[in-house]
């Protein structure tokens, strides 16, 4: 669950920024340590928020499974994370480091993804890995389709199920009870982008957001904000997030935890910007009714 992006036109260096956190902080994902100003990245979980500092992981939020142990080895030389449901990943020299909850084995990394991945992803109980162009996954979920086994591009764990992008279209598996990887016609070609939520899925193409699936918070009718200027893309649980070309942050969908805009007011209430997600944003994340993003330092802490 982590969607970034470089807002000023090179990719040599990430962008080192301050983390930002909305919504949730039931189990103080929403206190950000000191260390992790100047993070390169950052990814929302569930229950626990990660950064990328330096090429060291830090973790923060709920320890009830030692997920904020970060092992020693994620401490340097990391190059990608992803953070769970109290679990957690890091990607260093192409193998995969894993901690944190294990009710399915998530967090014992299969010998095939312990070297030659390029890229990572996890959200509730499983978790994903490029490798060659192929997905790996493990934990609750182990059976990928033959379709995915090469060409693919990108991936994205959901709730119990997953995407993958393929020559520009969505490939999906697992879990269907709310139509989540019954891709629409739109998503089949032209996609740059994919994220999987709870039950939903989200696309981006062209600019815009496609959304399928569950929509019982309206995650999956996407708002006039996110229909063109998206850069970068993230689902959380149960709502979503979309980061525009200039900078600033569009979240929908369900906000028991002030995660997203409130329509009920007039004007519309964008909470993120209460917590000083303002313009510009480097990159976002978002997780159980919780994001984080990282911004740049002298934004202001109210937009």
């Not at 449901?85 to 901690?99: C, F, Q, S, T």
């Not at 086994?149 to 709730?159: C, E, N, R, Y």
């Not at 039950?199 to 009718?221: E, P």
Request: hydrophobic share 40%.
């Amino acid at each position: 669950m982590i969607a970034t992006v470089s807002l000023c036109g090179t990719a040599s260096a990430a962008q080192t920024g301050e983390a930002r956190p909305w919504g949730s902080n039931d189990y103080g994902q929403g206190t950000i340590p000191a260390a992790a100003l100047g993070a390169s990245a950052v990814s929302a979980g569930a229950i626990t928020h990660l950064a990328l500092k330096d090429g060291g992981v830090i973790a923060w939020g709920n320890d009830s499974y030692g997920q904020l142990s970060v092992p020693a080895a994620a401490t340097s030389g990391v190059s990608a994370i992803a953070a769970g449901w109290a679990h957690e990943l890091a990607l260093k020299n192409g193998g995969v480091i894993a901690w944190g909850n294990g009710f399915y084995g998530q967090n014992i990394v299969p010998s095939s993804a312990t070297s030659g991945v390029t890229a990572i992803s996890t959200s509730a109980y499983f978790n994903l890995a490029l490798k060659n162009g192929g997905v790996l996954s493990w934990g609750s979920r182990t059976a990928v389709p033959a379709t995915v086994s090469s060409g693919v591009t990108a991936i994205s764990a959901g709730g119990d199920h997953a995407l993958a992008l393929k020559n520009g279209g969505v490939i999906g598996w697992g879990s269907n009870g709310k139509g989540q990887i019954t891709v629409p016609a739109a998503a089949t070609s032209g996609v740059s982008a994919v994220s999987a939520g709870l039950r939903h899925s989200i696309a981006l193409k062209n600019g815009g957001v496609i959304a399928w699936g569950d929509n019982f918070y309206g995650q999956a009718t996407v708002p006039p904000e996110a229909q063109s200027g998206v850069v970068a893309i993230d689902a959380g649980f149960n709502h979503n997030v979309a980061l525009k070309a200039d900078g600033s942050v569009f979240a929908w969908g369900s906000n028991v935890k002030s995660e997203s805009r409130d329509t009920s007011t007039e004007p519309p209430t964008d909470f993120w910007k209460f917590s000083g997600v303002c313009a510009p944003v480097y990159a976002v994340s978002a997780g159980d009714s919780t994001g984080v993003a990282l911004v740049d330092p002298t934004a202001p802490y109210f937009c």
